[in-house]
T-cell receptor, first 113, second 113 residues
Framework: SAVISQKPSRDICQRGTSLTIQCQVD?????MFWYRQQPGQSLTLIAT?????????ESGFVIDKFPISRPNLTFSTLTVSNMSPEDSSIYLC??????????FGQGTRLTVV | QQQVKQSPQSLIVQKGGISIINCAYE??????FPWYQQFPGKGPALLIA?????SEKKEGRFTISFNKSAKQFSLHIMDSQPGDSATYFC????????????FGTGTRLKVLA
């Protein structure tokens, strides 16, 4: 399976600021996704990152808060904007190709103070 | 998002015992059911997956049992080992090939030595 690298692995940010998380896959993939995982909790899908077009957001998530880019088939970014302590979470990038399972990066642990 | 209900929330098993985790889903359009294993500080890793055209799939010590009529599936870990101690998530996908998952709430498994 492909390898996903996420940067940063963790960060502590001031409220009101924004953080951009990068996701790099070592091979071209069809689908890329962003998930949020509260510590000790399950994974919630934020959006599907579409190459060359706007991301598709799940209910409860909006582009102004979580802008996503996907300029090519191996790279995506998620920005957490105007952060508040409620945004403290683990953010996970996931990728898959047709007829293969989805695999995950190690996540970005974000703490907002 | 459609729910996937997972139980138990936590599980303690003696070494060599059988660990059983259950999941139930609502949407009959789901057609792919993976199980993921997650260690602390790591992203989820695919363990085993099943499609609804079979009732059971076995890979090593891990078996998925699938009951389409009851809309339930379960993970059985035979001869459980301390190294199996992790959080396990079931998931379901309703669009073949896109691997956009709805995750269960997770089961924290501890295998005692």
């Amino acid at each position: 399976s492909a390898v996903i690298s996420q940067k940063p692995s963790r960060d502590i940010c001031q409220r009101g600021t924004s953080l951009t998380i990068q996701c790099q896959v070592d091979s071209q993939v069809t689908m890329m996704f962003w998930y949020r995982q509260q510590p000790g909790q399950s994974l919630t899908l934020i959006a599907t990152a579409n190459q060359g077009s706007e991301a598709t957001y799940e209910s409860g998530f909006v582009i102004d808060k979580f802008p996503i880019s996907r300029p090519n088939l191996t790279f995506s970014t998620l920005t957490v904007s105007n952060m508040s302590p409620e945004d403290s979470s683990i953010y996970l990038c996931s990728a898959s190709d047709r007829n293969t399972e989805a695999f995950f990066g190690q996540g970005t642990r974000l703490t907002v103070v | 998002q459609q729910q996937v209900k997972q139980s138990p929330q936590s599980l303690i098993v003696q070494k060599g015992g059988i660990s059983i985790i259950n999941c139930a889903y609502e949407n009959t359009a789901f057609d792919y059911f993976p199980w993921y294993q997650q260690f602390p500080g790591k992203g989820p890793a695919l363990l085993i997956a099943i499609r609804p055209d079979v009732s059971e799939k076995k890979e090593g010590r891990f078996t998925i049992s699938f009951n389409k009529s009851a809309k339930q599936f379960s993970l059985h870990i035979m001869d459980s080992q301390p190294g199996d101690s992790a959080t396990y998530f079931c998931a379901a996908s309703k669009a073949s090939g896109t691997y956009k998952y709805i995750f269960g709430t997770g089961t924290r498994l501890k295998v005692l030595a």
